[in-house]
């Protein structure tokens, strides 16, 4: 053990190093980062190592030695001892302390988020651009209906089951080797859907682009993570969040454009100027290099694939599972549940598995250490869901009940998005002012309530206006959740754990967006079935007509006006109806929580595991690491 120097000399240079954490984008701070072979710098490391890497044995006995160590433990006295005398402690604990509030974004930042708001507006447009364009595209390949289903599904599956995985792998392979592997994949999907000639072959390429686009989806949020400070880092994720919501509301409209004036496969041509680009700026943009460097091959000797293996292959059939029921098979068959109860237990085994196997687990349990915590997740499953529930049968609701066309439907699907893009800027930058954030959640959940409340009242003869009016509601609600429950997690998770945490909002975000589109299927078409033979239809014609709700639109549309056609739009209206009513004790449940979350600190540090590489070119506070 190297003997720590306790001169008068020292301890002041310790002291101004000590100062310049709190602000490491001081000039001092940056040129000490470049020159990390003081001893004592180093023992410190070693301390750091063995709390992110507590199963390491080997430092786990160099952290023992350390402590043991009578010169380290006076070393670790005199360490706060200068912060302590100018307040600064005391300040940190009362939470009066805000390290970052002097941050400014540098060129490098600037070109990052540009970079990741362009990769996340491609993965937004292709969750739902197919959805307009589904009658065609069956029609084109001679596909059944619950073939036309699995279009959406299959990529939104492996999406949710790949998320965790794809995001702790990059804590150890690297952010941009993980974003080139994961455009990679979805470039190779795109490619398959582009040439396929029958449904098994495009599902195929659907499924490979869902691995590619939920791993590109966490990855954004995680490389935003590395570069801006916490307290700064809202209006940031909002913003980023914002474009998420654009592309959601812009894919249907494109869709229906692209799908009417020409041929489907142009939904999916769109996607290789993207992925190009990425390609293009992402190795010369993203410079984040792990901290704990090592060879390819010791690294992917690092990665936990087993655990990984375990956890897809459970949460794949359990998702399944959820699909199937209500949709390919009845609830009641063992098709539909036994896939849901096999893959609940081999998720709890990859839990188990995970807590006690893997020196580097991808799953860490701890991120759920407290209730505001647990409260967010769940929130965040809540908000997935009722955002692709909105955007899924929205447009279906204008097509059959108004008789929309699916332009149309898109562009009054637009007015969502007139105020959820300006909304959640604001918001971003007023959690970053006020350094709280519950207040969002609460406002969000509230406005979406009522919101869906409002949806209610929708039928045949409502006016537009009024109906636009209700989708503006619906984006200011979004507007307030789509970034604050990504902050709420962040603010809330221990920073040690800040991938992990992450990477589990992003994988709830994508497990409600599968649920919304089974769940509201179910519902659907239940009470649809329902109204139509309280309407005097027989059982066969109301479950054939339930069965196929979105092909019949067409006949009914080509109906003469008269109490039949009459009726069976009502029944519709009534399948709708109950959908909201789902919504709105959802939301109501989501506000109820969302009282129990407390407050956490925005002043935390940021302890990423990735630096911004300091290349000689950069220059300025905002190039060092973030």
Same mark, same amino acid.
């Given at each position: ?75 670790? /006295? ?32 600037? %070109?990052?988020?540009?970079? %990741? ?56 392979? #690297? ?7 994961? =455009? ?70 494109? #869709? ?39 060879? !390819? ?162 039928? /045949?003869?409502?006016? %537009? ?55 509201? #299927? ?25 069965? =196929? ?41 989501? !506000?109820?929580?969302? !009282? ?31």
């Amino acid at each position: 053990m190297a003997e720590i120097n306790t001169s008068p000399e020292y301890q002041e240079q310790y002291q101004q190093y000590q100062q310049y954490q709190l602000n490491p984008q001081h000039q001092q701070y940056q040129h000490y980062q470049q020159y990390p072979q003081d001893q004592q710098y180093q023992q410190y490391q070693e301390y750091q190592q063995h709390q992110h890497y507590p199963q390491d044995y080997q430092l786990q006995h160099q952290f023992q030695q350390l402590q043991q160590d009578q010169q380290y433990q006076q070393h670790q /006295q005199y360490q706060l001892e200068p912060l302590k005398q100018d307040g600064l402690v005391e300040a940190a604990q009362a939470g009066e302390l805000d390290p970052h509030s002097e941050w400014k974004a540098g060129p490098r930042e600037r %070109m990052i988020v540009a970079t %990741m708001g362009i990769i996340i507006l491609l993965v937004a447009l292709e969750t739902d651009i197919l959805v307009p364009a589904l009658p065609t595209l069956a029609a084109d390949l001679h596909g059944t209906s619950i073939e036309t289903f699995w279009v959406g599904t299959a990529f939104l599956l492996p999406s949710a089951t790949f998320l965790p995985f794809i995001g702790a792998t990059s804590e150890i392979l #690297g952010r941009r080797a993980m974003l080139l592997v994961c =455009n990679l994949l979805f470039t190779a999907g795109t490619l398959c859907c582009c040439l396929a000639n029958d449904f098994s072959v495009l599902l195929a390429g659907r499924a490979i682009q869902g691995v590619g686009g939920g791993g590109l989806y966490t990855l954004t949020t995680l490389v935003i993570t590395d570069i801006v400070p916490l307290r700064q880092r809202p209006k940031y994720l909002s913003l980023i969040s914002a474009v998420f919501g654009l592309g959601g509301v812009l894919g249907p409209l494109l #869709g229906g454009v692209i799908s009417q004036k020409t041929t489907w496969r142009w939904l999916f041509y769109i996607n290789f100027p993207f992925c190009g680009l990425a390609f293009a700026t992402v190795p010369w943009v993203v410079k984040l290099e792990p901290k704990r460097k090592g060879s !390819l091959a010791a690294n992917m000797l690092r990665v936990d694939w087993i655990g990984g293996a375990i956890f897809v292959a459970g949460s794949t059939s359990f998702l399944i599972g959820i699909t199937w029921g209500g949709i390919n098979y009845p609830w009641s068959s063992y098709k539909a549940w036994l896939p849901i109860l096999l893959g609940g237990i081999v998720v709890v085994l990859a839990l188990v598995y995970e807590a006690f196997v893997p020196r580097e687990p991808f799953l860490r349990l701890s991120v759920y250490y407290n209730t505001s915590s647990t409260i967010v997740f769940v929130l965040t499953l809540f908000q997935g869901l009722m955002l692709y529930m909105q955007l899924y049968y929205l447009p279906f609701y204008f097509q059959a009940v108004k008789e929309a066309s699916t332009i149309l439907s898109g562009i009054y699907l637009m007015a969502v998005n007139i105020v959820l893009f300006p909304i959640a800027v604001v918001c971003g930058i007023l959690m970053t002012k006020l350094g709280t954030f519950a207040w969002a959640n609460q406002i969000g959940f509230a406005v979406m309530t009522l919101a869906n409340g409002l949806f209610i009242l929708v039928n /045949q003869n409502l006016s %537009m206006v009024a109906h636009l009016f209700i989708f503006l509601v619906v984006g200011v609600a979004h507007g307030f959740l789509i970034g604050s429950l990504n902050v709420a997690t962040q603010a809330i998770a221990k920073p040690s754990h800040m991938t992990f945490a992450v990477s589990m909002w992003s994988f709830n975000r994508w497990f409600g967006t599968c649920l919304g589109v089974s769940i509201g #299927g179910a519902i659907f078409n239940n009470v649809l079935l329902h109204s139509l033979e309280s309407k005097g239809a027989s059982e066969a014609d109301a479950a054939a007509i339930s069965q =196929n709700s979105e092909a019949f639109i067409g006949t009914l549309h080509g109906m003469p006006d008269g109490d039949l056609k009459s009726q069976l739009t009502w029944a519709y209206v009534d399948g709708f109806r109950g959908i909201f009513y789902f919504m709105v004790a959802l939301s109501g449940l989501g !506000l109820l929580l969302s !009282l129990f979350i407390r407050n956490h600190s925005m002043n935390k540090p940021t302890d990423s595991a990735h630096v911004l590489r300091n290349d000689a070119s950069d220059s300025g506070p905002a190039a060092a690491e973030a």
